[in-house]
């Protein structure tokens, strides 16, 4: 057991020391900060003067879709966000959208009232906050007229066509209410995920790189003078393993102090150790994977197939996120839940939206602990024949008489 731990620390701070340690580290975090500034910067952006030129057939609806416009959006100054010029004709309004004094074109058609559709010019379609600003209030203000050329006033159709707005609410099992939040019950599982994901890849694949290094420079002949394949294998395993739990750490203490900040809770404490569970019992069985993988081939080239396979079966929680965690009682959701690749991940995912029953949360992580040791056993297994072979890459037959062994 020393000699394990022995490993499992030399393994720990020489990664942890190294720079692609830190830049793993932060990478994830810079991906965020370069995700969630463009849709702020989206959101608050676009606040400039928009020069709009008006081909209107339609008779008077313009005014009245001016005003709801100059009412709606103003700049921070308080100034009119969007300037009108009117067209004759089209061919005038594009010849000043072609000499950019105007930014973008609006052709209002005879049939407006009835089914006919308005048109939008613009010399690029990239901002399509303006188009929708501008197609949503020529919408509203063509229900107003309608309704209003059936008799009813524009204040009562106004009140009539106000939007009804949904207060939600999620209930624990002790009774109690707390103001739901619909985007925090998606990101914040979704998160969780994504952090699993990523240290599976970051230090899955340095865990093949060391077991491909040490087998290829024939340092692991020296090692075995002093501890077993199983110690050895075990030992990394471990170490890197730890080193996944400081990244989940700290990603997780980021998001809580932005969750703080911002006054959302971006994951419930009360399930924190369950989920950790699951994180660690998964990031375990990858590992013990891409270690296995790290002993059949001299060359971190010829591993990629193998780990593209790898990679792929991790990503498919992931790609799929949303979908089952809005059919969490799916078939197809419990099927998977039970499947030792795709179980962490289906489980983070299902105990988020509250539906996963607790027997099997009690089967699953009993399968999980289960599928590691078999896991790591495996690997100690190969590990124990295959690294001594140069030259000679392992057919699927050989691997088989090995674990057989």
């Not at 991906?31 to 676009?46: Q, R, T, Y």
């Not at 969490?328 to 289906?346: D, G, H, N, R, W």
């Amino acid at each position: 057991m020393n000699r394990i731990l022995n490993i499992l620390k030399w393994e720990f701070m020489v990664r942890f020391r190294s720079k692609i340690f830190l830049i793993s580290l932060f990478m994830p975090l810079i991906l965020v900060v370069f995700s969630i500034v463009p849709a702020m910067l989206m959101e608050k952006g676009g606040d400039s003067e928009v020069k709009v030129g008006i081909v209107n057939h339609a008779g008077h609806i313009t005014t009245d879709f001016k005003l709801n416009i100059e009412r709606k959006y103003r700049l921070d100054d308080e100034k009119p966000k969007y300037w009108f010029f009117d067209y004759e004709n089209f061919d005038e309004a594009k010849a000043g959208l072609l000499k950019k004094t105007l930014d973008v074109v609006m052709v209002i058609p005879v049939g407006i009232m009835d089914t006919a559709n308005a048109e939008f010019y613009a010399r690029s379609l990239s901002n399509f906050k303006v188009m929708d600003e501008l197609r949503n209030t020529l919408s509203h203000t063509v229900i107003l007229m309608r309704m209003s050329e059936q008799g009813v006033a524009v204040e009562m159709a106004e009140s009539i066509s106000k939007r009804v707005r949904m207060d939600s609410f999620e209930i624990n099992k002790e009774g109690e209410l707390t103001e739901g939040n619909e985007l925090m019950v998606f990101l914040g599982p979704f998160l969780f995920v994504f952090l699993l994901v990523m240290a599976v890849f970051i230090n899955g694949q340095l865990l093949l790189r060391s077991v491909i290094e040490e087998r290829t420079n024939r340092m692991v002949e020296i090692l075995l003078y002093t501890v077993s394949a199983r110690e050895l294998m075990t030992g990394k395993i471990l170490g890197l393993g730890l080193l996944g739990m400081v990244q989940i750490l700290f990603y997780l203490v980021m998001g809580i102090v932005f969750g703080m900040v911002k006054g959302i809770e971006i994951v419930r404490f009360d399930e924190l150790p369950i989920l950790f569970m699951y994180f660690l019992t998964g990031y375990f069985f990858f590992a013990a994977i891409y270690a296995t993988l790290g002993t059949l081939f001299d060359n971190e080239q010829d591993a990629q197939q193998s780990m593209s396979i790898v990679s792929l079966i991790a990503m498919v929680p992931l790609m799929g996120s949303f979908y089952f965690m809005a059919n969490p009682a799916a078939l197809v959701t419990k099927i998977l839940s039970f499947v030792p690749p795709m179980t962490p991940f289906m489980m983070i995912l299902r105990i988020s939206s509250d539906a996963a029953e607790p027997w099997e949360v009690a089967a699953t992580i009993v399968l999980m602990i289960l599928s590691v040791w078999g896991m790591m056993t495996l690997a100690g297994k190969i590990f124990r024949t295959a690294l001594l072979m140069y030259g000679k890459r392992a057919t699927l037959p050989e691997i088989w008489r090995w674990v057989r062994a």
